[in-house]
Structures are given as C-alpha cells and as structure tokens.
C-alpha cells in the first residue's frame, strides 16, 4: 500500500496514496499503522480522500487501528468520499469513527 506521511504540529497524518481499501491491501495498511505506533506515534490523522472504495476487510483494518491505538492515543479520519462516507453510515461506523472533511478540520480535532 502507498502511504506517505507528514507530521503537522505534532500529530502525524498519514496519506493514503490508493483508490481503494480492501482485502488486497488491508493488511499491509494495518502493518504500516502499527509501525507508526511503534514510532512513538499516538496522535494519528489519516487522509482518505482518495479512497473511493472500501470493503469490510478495510473498514476491518480501520477498526483495527483505532484498538491499538487505545485510549492513551487518537485516531481521525478526514478526506472521506462519498461512497466510503456510505458505506461508514451503513454498517454505523460514523458513529464510532472520529470523522472530517478535511486535514484542517481533523487537526482541530487535536485541539491544536
């Protein structure tokens, strides 16, 4: 999977650089997150606005993210395309997702 990542203000942001995220690259996206949690990482934005497709093995791989960076750490999502927003209000995981339009609205949400 093709991830480029920044740090903004302290919180690192992480660009999904794939159109989609599914089964064929769930789990190198779950290795990657677990490797910025190795970093030290505990503040994670991650830009989905690219992705315009996602299937239960990605909404997996999200989910698994957001349990290991338990609750010392914080997880947003911003940049969501109307098909993945869809598909994250149909299985209710807007509910449980910290989710916004854009990375400048995400990193508010670190109240920075």
């Known amino acids: 999977m093709r991830i480029a990542t920044k740090q903004v203000k302290g919180v690192l942001v992480l660009v999904l650089n794939e159109s989609r995220l599914d089964a064929n690259v769930a789990e190198p996206f779950k290795e990657a997150f677990q490797q910025s949690l190795s970093e030290g990482h505990e503040t994670i934005a991650i830009d989905m606005g690219k992705i315009g497709f996602i299937d239960s093995s990605g909404l997996g791989a999200i989910v698994n993210c957001l349990k290991k960076i ?8 911003f940049g969501i395309t109307p098909p993945v927003a869809s598909m994250f209000k149909i299985t209710r995981m807007d509910r449980v ?10 990193l508010q949400a670190f109240e920075i």
């Open 70 to 77: 338990g609750p010392d750490g914080k997880l947003v999502l």
């Open 97 to 106: 997702f910290n989710l916004h339009n854009n990375e400048e609205e995400a």
